[in-house]
C-alpha cells in the first residue's frame, strides 16, 4: 500500500464498500503520509487534478461514476471508455473497473462499489508502477461471477476430522471447541485479503455437517450473522453448508423426503428466517447421498427433486444452492471390477440434466475421482449443458502435501480451466463455469444471463496459523485460486510473480530479484515435481488411508473405497475403455473419447488412469512404464532436494522465522519424497522383476 499511501487520493461515491476503499486509502496515507479526501455526491465537481505532488491536489481518483460530476481528468477517462465502447454497451459492470493514468493522474472508475474496490486492488497489485508514465484506458472485469471459498471447518471438534476437516494450517478462523472463535478482527483481516485476491463469497463450514453445525441454520445463526457482517465490507456473501436432513434434525419432522409438503415448508420458513437476520446471504452448499451423509436417495428422490426443494426456498430472496456432484458408493466390492468410482458422478447427474431450477448450481470436482495430483477434467461437465456448473479445486493440500510440501496448483488448475471438453472447436472449461453456451456463445442458454454460470469454488487452505496457510509458500495457491477465478487465462507464473511481490515487498531484504528469481525454481515446477515422486502416470491414490499424507502403495488396495491401481506381476493401471474396461472413457464427447479410448493417443500423464498396461509398455517418451517409473521417481527427489538448498541460500533474504519455518518444512518435504521414491519403486520392482536400467539403488 506505500505506493497508494504516500500520495493523495480523492475517493468518490457512496455505499459501503466505498466506505471500504476510503478508509483503505486512509490507513495507508496515516502511514506513509498521503491524503485522502471522500467527495460527497456531486461534490467533486470541478476539483482539479493534477499530479503534480506539491501543488496539484489529487493523484489518485478512486471514483464511482453515478457519483459525478468528476474530476475533469476522471471525465476525459470516462468519454474515452464509452467512445471506445461505443454507446450501446458502455457500462462497466457490477464488478468490474476502468483504470487509467492520463495528466499525471491515476483514474480508476466503476459502477458499482464492489468494482471500485477491486480497482483499489488492482492499484495495490500494480504497485508505484502506477503512478509512473501514462496508461491507456483498460477495462477489468471478473471472467467469473461466483468466485467461492468452502470451509471444511467445523463447530465441534469432531472426533475423526478435528477441527478442520482436512485443515492443515491449525484451527478454524471461525470455530473453536464449539463456538465461534471470537476474533473478529482476524475474519475481517481474512475478508480483506479475499477481496485482493477477487474471492466474493465464502462458505463457514464444513460439507460433512453434523450436528453442531447443523444448528448454524437455525439457532445457532447469529453466529453466521456475526461473520457475515465482517466479511461484508469486503464484498464476500457468506454461504452455509447444511444437512439435507435438516427438517428432521433440527425442525422434529418425520421425514426428509424432499417432495413431502411438509419438509418444503420447512426449508420455506427455514430459509425466510436465514434472510431477515441476514438479508445478503448466498445461499446453501449441500454434500448428500455420500460418504454417508444423507440425501434424497433415502426416499427414493431423485438429486433434482432433492436440490430443487432447497432452491425453491431460496429463490424469493435470491439465494442459490451449490449442490455437490461428489456422489459415489465408498461401500463398494472391491473384489468386483465392474464398478468403477471415477463413473459415478456421471452416472448419476448426466441423467438429470435440465431437471435443475435455475438456483442449482451442481459443483463438481475438477477430477472424476477424488482432487489427485493428476486426473482428467471430469466428464459431467460436458454432460450438462443446461444446468449451471460450477468447478471444485481442492486449495487445502490434502493430496498434495498437505502444506508440508512446496506444491504451487495454479499450473493444474490453469490446465483444468483451459481443458476443451467438446474437443478443440469447443468452450474451455473456464467459459462454460462461467455461463457460455456448449457452442462457445455467452449468454445463449436457457435464455440465462451471460455471466449466470457456477463459477469456481475452492476448498480454503486457511487457518488460525500466523501465515494463514501453515506452509508460507501455499499463501500463493490462495492468491491463485482467485486471480484463476477472475481471469483464468493468466500465466500461473505470472501470477507467482505477483503472488512475490504482493507478499515480500514489504518483509524482503535488499535486492528483490534473486529472492523473485529462486521463488520461481522453487515454485513454479513443484507440482510436476510432487506428481513425479508420488502415484505415477495418472494412477492416483497410493497415499496412507484415513488421513493421506505419504505413501502406501497397497493402503486402499483392498478396501471398498473404489480407488485401485490393479498392480499385478505384469502391469498395473485402471483400464477404463468402453472395449474391455468400464466404460468411463466414454462418458467424454466423441473427440476426447476416442483420445481417451486409444492406447496410443492417450496422454501419458494418464496412461494408468485409463489403461492397463505391461511394465513393458514403451510411452511417447521412448521410455517403459517401470523405467519412466523409477526415473520420475529418483528425479522428484532431486528436484526436492535442489529446492530446499535454493531455500537455503536466501537466509538473510527474507525475515528469519519465515525462513526456518519454511527450512524445517523442506526437510520434511524431502524425507517424504525419498520414503515415496524407495516405497514405489521397491513395490513395482518387486511387482515386475525388472530392475532399473541405470543400476541405481532400489531397496
Ligand atoms: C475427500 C476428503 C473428505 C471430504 C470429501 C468431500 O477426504 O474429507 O469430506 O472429499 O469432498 O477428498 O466431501
Redesign the pocket.
Known sequence: FQPIGSRRALVSGEGLLVDTVHDEVARACARYGGGVRRAAPGGARGLPARGDHAGGPFDLVLALRAAGPLPAVAEQVDARFRGRRGRADDAIGDEGFVIARRDGVTVVLADEPAGLLYGLFHVVRLGEPAFGAARPVEHHRPAMRRRMLDH?DNVDVHPK?GQV??GYAGGSIFWRDGAPRGDLPRVRSYGRLLAACGVNAVAVNN??VHVTEAHLLTDRLGDVAAIAAELRPYGIRTHLAVDFAAPIVLGGSPTGDPCDARVRKWWAEATERVYETIPDFGGYVV?AD??GRPGPFAYGRSHADGANVLAEALAPFGGVVHW?A?VYDHRQDWRDRSTDRARAAHDHFAPLEGLFRDNVILQV?HGPI??QAREPVSPVIAAMPSTRLAVEL?VTQ??TGQQRHVCYLAPMWSEVLGFRPFGPAGPAVARIVAGAAPGGERGTRGGRAPDEGGGLVG?SNVGDDAYWTGHPLAQANLYAFGRLAWAPWTDPAAILDEWIDLTFAPVAHGDREPLRRALHAIMDDSWRTYERYTAPLGVGFMVRPEH?YGPDVDGYEYTSWGTYHFADRDGVGVDRTRATGTGFAGQYPPHWSAVYESLDRCPNELLLFFHHVPYEHVLHSGSTVIQHIYDTHFAGVEQVAEARSLWEGLAGSVPAALHARVRELFDEQLRCAKEWRDQVNAYFFRKSGVPDARGRRIP
Open positions: 471444511w476430522s476437516e482436512r460439507v460433512n454434500k455420500s460418504e455437490r461428489f470436482k477424488d482432487f481442492q490434502e493430496y476448498v493421506h
